[in-house]
């Protein structure tokens, strides 16, 4: 058989395959992306690629052919295992060696280096030679390094997060436990009215409040003591080691007197107040989420309390907490069920007391543990976010309930029923098509309808509140300002604004037979209702006394437990059928009357 002539390729294979080994070692390392070495064990010389010395910024003849060359440079905390792992593969306990550690670069810092290598033993088993490659892998470790910081810190502030703060709480607990002595506190800080920043300058300057915060905050810390951003603008300070309550307290002033000064931002000088909650560790502390959770009870009661408080944490608090959590629950259940009932309280003439309207309010009775007081369950609702659906059920009942009232021939055509909107609902965009469906389901004339405000909705945001009121102004319904008096009371709202009636807040009336300044400031309001157009309506009226003294500041209508407590709808419809019968409300100057019984929840 006639043999064919090799390629031109085959030959050039075969001429390269007869080149001199070392030869063939030198053009592979040049071409290779890595660091090559070979080691002879029996001369005890290594050889390293051009390559392998320019990832550690030497030249190769700088660098030499020992072995101490390399291993010298390693980190002083990585050298022991990489040389456990050579041994392991030149006695053959391995097969392979691959390890990485950090290696010294010329400029003094460290690269991290894996390396690769494989052993050549003669037919004995013992090993000749060893040799493999070097990878840089300093980004790899450094991305991983970044990843590992960014899960434990706050990305604008630098400062550790919660779970760190978490981590180093729970150490301290521990050596606590370990040293009795002085033990750990955790102040849980808050910036009071830090919206206002957001709002007013924009949400870039906010961030740039918080990170001089932050700093300043730093500047307060005693060495060991941990300062963490563990929400938008709340932070937490974990006191190593205190001696109890007034080494933390002595901190929470440190902090405040830090802010004497104002923080400059965008040339503005910003004025910063912090409530402060504390919470020591003590026997009963079990863990570290335990503590910072009690330092957030005590600083949820200290901006309750005002601004610029400092509270400390008691059991108290932590019951409360429970009993609230349970409510919340409850709350949610109780929607579910439909629990929740329309009551009604008449709204009169005070000189005839003649029923001109009801205000609507929401009642919870909880099966058989009876009523839950509206200060208790609205506060909730308002928390938990379920007040708007809560606001959309009574609304939508009351509407109801007058319609029907109406087909009965028990109310005229210009009866109306009040019912509350909350700062949460107005603030919402979805309220105008709620009282439009309301409206459209129920029938209600839209002039029936009227929706309470206060004054604090309405001024959180102006220009959002006037837009909404036009809104549902444009629907037909009418707009009540509740408890004016009470809070902003600004005479220009009264202007920009499409209102149609105030309600003089219950606690002037209360003082009205006493109090010549009350007198004067209810005349005051009556007299700028009248001026404006607008109706009035005097809350709380509960005896004749203050009935009469309304009637002679030229008060016309009135709400109060004089007439009726809030009351079920078929208790509100006898009340509206004894109207019509001639029976008047005014109960001749006794607080309560006509069988009519005092709903208190």
Not at 12 to 36: M, S, V
Not at 102 to 118: C, D, E, I, N, Q
Not at 183 to 192: E, N, P, Q, R, Y
Not at 536 to 559: F, P, S, Y
Request: negative net charge; hydrophobic residues 45%.
């Amino acid at each position: 058989m006639t043999k064919t002539a090799p390629l031109p390729t085959q030959m050039a294979f075969a001429r390269d395959a007869q080149a001199a080994p070392a030869d063939r070692f030198a053009l592979a390392a040049e071409g290779a992306n890595d660091g090559l070495w070979d080691w002879n064990l029996a001369s005890g010389r290594v050889l390293y690629s051009a390559r392998w010395a320019a990832m550690l910024g030497v030249r190769p003849e700088e660098f030499g052919d020992r072995p101490e060359a390399w291993l010298e440079r390693v980190h002083p905390q990585d050298i022991e295992g990489l040389k456990l792992a050579i041994d392991a593969l030149i006695e053959g306990a391995s097969q392979q060696l691959e390890h990485e550690q950090r290696v010294r670069h010329a400029g003094g810092a460290y690269r991290w280096m894996l390396t690769h290598a494989l052993a050549k033993r003669d037919a004995t088993g013992k090993t000749l030679r060893i040799a493999g490659s070097q990878t840089d892998v300093s980004d790899r470790h450094w991305q991983r390094e970044q990843l590992a910081y960014d899960a434990f810190h706050d990305g604008l502030t630098g400062l550790p997060n919660r779970a760190l703060f978490l981590d180093r709480l729970g150490q301290s607990l521990a050596t606590g436990r370990r040293r009795p002595g002085p033990g750990a506190a955790v102040l849980a800080l808050d910036v009071d009215r830090f919206k206002l920043v957001n709002d007013s300058l924009g949400h870039g300057a906010g961030d740039e409040f918080l990170t001089v915060l932050a700093r300043r905050l730093e500047s307060c810390l005693r060495e060991g003591d941990t300062l963490a951003r563990v929400g938008g603008d709340e932070f937490a300070i974990l006191a190593g080691q205190t001696d109890g309550v007034d080494q933390a307290m002595t901190i929470a002033e440190r902090v405040r007197g830090m802010f004497v000064t104002p923080i400059m931002l965008d040339g503005q000088e910003i004025f910063v107040s912090l409530c402060i909650g504390i919470a020591v560790a003590s026997a009963r502390v079990r863990g570290a989420d335990e503590l910072l959770r009690d330092a957030f009870l005590a600083l949820y009661r200290a901006k309750a309390l005002g601004t610029g408080r400092v509270e400390l944490f008691d059991q108290g608090l932590h019951a409360r907490a429970v009993k609230r959590l349970k409510l919340e629950s409850d709350l949610r259940r109780a929607l579910e069920r439909d629990e929740f009932d329309a009551y009604y309280q008449p709204i009169v003439a005070l000189d005839s007391g003649r029923i001109i309207g009801f205000e609507a309010l929401a009642r919870w009775v909880r099966g058989e543990r009876g009523p839950v007081s509206p200060s208790e369950f609205i506060p909730a609702a308002e928390e938990t976010g379920v007040i708007s659906e809560l606001g959309r059920r009574i609304t939508k009942a009351a509407a109801a309930q007058l319609v029907d009232w109406q087909r009965r021939g028990l109310a005229g055509p210009e009866m109306t029923v009040n019912v509350n909107v909350s700062a949460k609902q107005f603030s919402q965009s979805d309220l105008v098509a709620d009282i439009n469906a309301v409206l459209s389901s129920t029938g209600l004339a839209p002039g029936r309808l009227k929706l309470e405000l206060t004054e604090s909705a309405i001024m959180e945001n102006p220009d959002l509140a006037r837009g909404v009121l036009m809104q549902l102004r444009e629907l037909g319904v009418k707009l009540c300002v509740d408890d004016f008096g009470t809070g902003y009371s600004s005479l220009s709202y009264l202007h920009r604004f499409p209102i149609n009636t105030l309600k003089i807040e219950s606690g002037f009336i209360a003082q009205i037979a006493g109090l010549h300044s009350e007198r004067t400031l209810i005349k005051t309001i009556v007299d700028l209702g009248r001026a404006l157009g607008l109706e009035v309506v005097a809350e709380g009226v509960e005896t004749d006394e203050q009935r009469r003294q309304l009637l002679t500041l030229n008060c016309t209508l009135g709400q109060g437990y004089l007439f009726s407590p809030p009351v079920p709808a078929e208790t509100a419809a006898r009340l509206l059928a004894d109207n019509l019968a001639g029976i008047s409300l005014i109960p001749n100057g006794k607080p309560g009357h006509r069988g009519v019984t005092a709903v208190t929840a």
